[in-house]
T-cell receptor, first 112, second 113 residues
């Protein structure tokens, strides 16, 4: 029943590792996003896909690579993890631009 | 550029007190405005929205009016409950910016019994 679901909810890993976060939405939306929430709760867009096509890439390091196999899924792969990557990552979707987005529960990534 | 500014928190209130959380924005064009709420350990939930000037969004006793002349979208509630304790985010989106939400820094509300 969950509209936007992310896995895993918690991820603890060592520096230098590669990890992925998966996101799926069952709302039939065309647009999906990744947002990053830092330790001060500030939220910032990372990527946006519309119908599997990348439309926003907000100066995110190349170590972050989104992949959208179909319009219901948007995964985030992170190479060579660094301490500064520790944050909560939120997936979201929206039916079109200029409308509200629906968020997943978040993935708390801790790099040690 | 486009931005959202919220009042600094934390805001601490007693139960049944009146709540105002200020939000002002800067935008090139005509944004849609939103308030999201994040309860501890959870994701963001849409609380209310307004898509054009003078619209009032409302939900669960919360209200906010889109004021173009003051570029504001202040959140209000007449009587807060302990269960309203959360982080509140004001946000905007523009049709010209491919739908991304631009968030304020968030305001933590703590309601004491």
């Amino acid at each position: 029943d969950t509209a936007v679901s992310q896995t895993p909810k918690y991820l603890v890993t060592q520096m230098g590792n590669d990890k992925s976060i998966k996101c799926e939405q069952n709302l039939g939306h065309d647009t999906m996003y990744w947002y990053k929430q830092d330790s001060k709760k500030f939220l910032k867009i990372m990527f946006s896909y519309n119908n599997k096509e990348l439309i926003i890439n907000e100066t995110v390091p190349n170590r972050f690579s989104p992949k959208s196999p179909d319009k219901a899924h948007l995964n985030l792969h992170i190479n060579s993890l660094e301490l500064g990557d520790s944050a909560v990552y939120f997936c979201a979707s929206s039916p079109m631009t200029n409308t509200e987005a629906f968020f997943g529960q978040g993935t708390r990534l801790t790099v040690v | 550029g486009n931005s959202v500014t919220q009042m600094e928190g934390p805001v601490t209130l007693s139960e049944e007190a009146f709540l105002t959380i200020n939000c002002t924005y800067t935008a090139t064009g005509y944004p849609s405005l939103f308030w999201y709420v994040q309860y501890p350990g959870e994701g963001l939930q849409l609380l209310l929205k307004a898509t054009k000037a003078d619209d009032k969004g409302s939900n669960k006793g919360f209200e906010a009016t889109y004021r173009k002349e003051t570029t504001s979208f202040h959140l209000e509630k007449g009587s807060v409950q302990v269960s309203d304790s959360a982080v509140y985010f004001c946000a905007l989106t523009l049709s010209s910016n491919t739908g991304k939400l631009i968030f304020g820094q968030g305001t933590t509300l703590q309601v004491k019994p």
